[in-house]
């Protein structure tokens, strides 16, 4: 029999294909059970966690069979990166069953991008990702996206009890000890003006064209001290006393008046006084008509725009209870006004416009007063007012102090402080800034930015002084100074805040 030989890239092929099916032979005679399903690739499914987490709220991943404990739990595996200082976040990482989780050690600040890796999981048998899982999440908004306010370069760590304005680049500030200081940059710094060691207990400045500056406060006459309004008409750089009282005087606010500048002053001798005050002759007229049941204590005063109208506050320090009296005759006296029998001590006030002023107290005290009539309207948390929290043992109590508006009678402001009461600790105050769009009707929470805690976490607030939209100005405890200085109502975006 003759025998051909077959050669050329047919043959080839066709032994290549031979030898290919001679190894699935091979493989399938060593396979146990070849109609066995392929096992699925590992996977985690990290949908169970939000797109937007709390600050410091756990990421979790649910893979789809166990995993090898010592690569899930390798710190190196789970990698969660802070976007906007772009810094690994802290934390642990635990497993729990099939559900990978990792818990941050500290909070993030609202609104903190973040990027999560997991990478290099093996399950039980040895299967790793076939890719890393990655995804991305974001912390939840504030509580307040407001954070219009921006610290100035405080020249002091004592109390400020008054700032204001002439411009947006000249203004003044007045402490408890007596020292007025002077900015003629916008609060970029603030140089000593005035400091007579005579004057003391110092409240209330305004300023008037830049070189007219008015306070209350206390003079040491003859070693003992008596209370008055001062007077400079040089810049803060020298201030002459009114007539003086012996009644300690704390609470003012005095408004153009023409040529002139008249004001209201209040405060406590044996019973609640207020004065009427004058510019032009410096000096100081009793008013009449105050409560005199000799358990009141005035805590705040304060003139309307056109000076024609007055309101002072008062708690009864044997109740507790709010008080309230208005005068619509220049401050000259005063009359009664009818509050809820329920109403708590109050400690501010301010007037809206001409015909509306706001009294305001402890645990989140508000109400609008009609001055002409004395009707009262009290305002809530539907309005916007934060209130008391309890939760267990611990408590959040708001207290506001005074409260100021533009000329335009609808943007303004109420400022305050927050009693943060928690067991084992003393009690912690931090300021509060509330603001109203519509005259006063409703009001949100404001920040300060670069302020702890989200921006919420400043000093008590004791004077507030807008010059116009774009420009106002506050002060406090700790030497705390902050202005406002557009009207853009910029709002929290991402990365907004760098700090918890």
């Given amino acids: 029999m003759t025998r051909y030989r077959v050669s050329g890239p047919f043959t080839m092929a066709r032994r290549r294909l031979a ?43 649910v893979f789809n069979r166990p995993l090898d404990e010592a690569t899930a739990l390798d710190p190196a595996n789970f990698v969660v990166t802070n976007l906007c200082d772009t810094l690994r976040i802290p934390g642990a990482v635990r497993l729990v069953g099939d559900t990978l ?15 999560v890796r997991i990478q290099n999981i093996l399950d039980q048998q ?15 908004r504030p509580p307040v996206s407001d954070v219009s306010w921006s610290f100035l370069n405080s020249p002091t760590n004592d109390q400020i009890t008054g700032i204001d304005f002439a411009t947006p680049d000249v203004g ?50 003859g070693g003992s001290p008596r209370w008055t309004a001062f007077r400079s008409l040089d810049s803060a750089g020298t201030f002459q006393p009114a007539n003086t009282v012996g009644n300690l005087l704390y609470a003012s606010e005095f408004r153009r008046a023409g040529s002139d500048v008249l ?39 304060t003139l309307s725009p056109d000076t024609n109208s007055a309101v002072a506050v008062f708690l009864d320090f044997f109740t507790n209870a709010g008080l309230a009296s208005r005068s619509v005759n220049v401050g000259a006296s005063y009359t009664t006004v009818t509050l809820p029998a329920d109403a708590r001590s109050l400690f501010g006030t301010g007037f809206i416009d001409n015909a509306t002023a706001l009294l305001l107290g402890d645990s989140s005290e508000v109400m609008r007063l009609d001055v002409a009539s004395g009707t009262v309207t009290r305002l809530g948390a539907a309005q916007g007012i934060p209130q008391t929290e309890i939760v267990g043992n611990a408590s959040t109590v708001y207290t506001f102090t005074r409260a100021r508006f533009v000329s335009d009678g609808q943007l303004g402001w109420i400022v305050g402080y927050v009693t943060l009461r928690r067991p084992g600790t003393h009690d912690e105050l931090r300021g509060v800034v509330l603001q109203s769009r519509d005259g006063g009707q409703t009001w949100s929470r404001q920040a300060i930015a670069g302020a702890p805690e989200n921006g919420l976490s400043f000093p008590p607030v004791l004077a507030i002084q807008p010059l116009t939209r774009d420009f106002a100005v506050l002060s406090g405890a700790n030497g705390l100074v902050a202005a406002r200085v557009d009207d853009s109502q910029p709002t929290a975006t991402a990365c907004s805040f760098t700090q918890p």
Avoid: H, W
Wanted: net charge negative.
């Fill in 19 to 61: 030898c290919g099916l001679a190894a699935l032979t091979l493989v399938a005679a060593c396979d146990d059970d070849p109609t066995q399903a392929a096992i699925p690739d590992l996977s985690g499914d990290f949908t169970v966690t939000p797109d937007t987490i709390g600050v410091q709220e756990a990421i979790r991943v």
């Fill in 126 to 140: 040895g299967n790793g990702l076939r890719a890393p899982i990655v995804f991305q999440l974001i912390t939840q």
């Fill in 263 to 301: 004001g209201v002053v209040g405060g406590i001798g044996f019973l609640s006084v207020a004065y009427r005050y004058r510019l032009s002759t410096n000096t100081l007229t009793q008013a009449t008509g105050l409560p005199s049941s000799g358990t009141e204590l005035l805590t705040d005063i």
């Fill in 172 to 221: 003044y500030m007045g402490t408890f000890g007596g020292a007025v200081y002077r900015t003629l940059n916008g609060g970029i710094t603030f140089g000593a003006r005035f400091k007579n060691p005579n004057i003391t207990d110092t409240y209330g400045i305004q300023t008037f064209g830049g070189d007219t500056v008015v306070m209350v406060g206390a003079i040491l006459i």
């Fill in 101 to 115: 989780i990792f818990s941050p050690s500290e909070a993030q600040p609202f609104l903190t991008l973040i990027a």
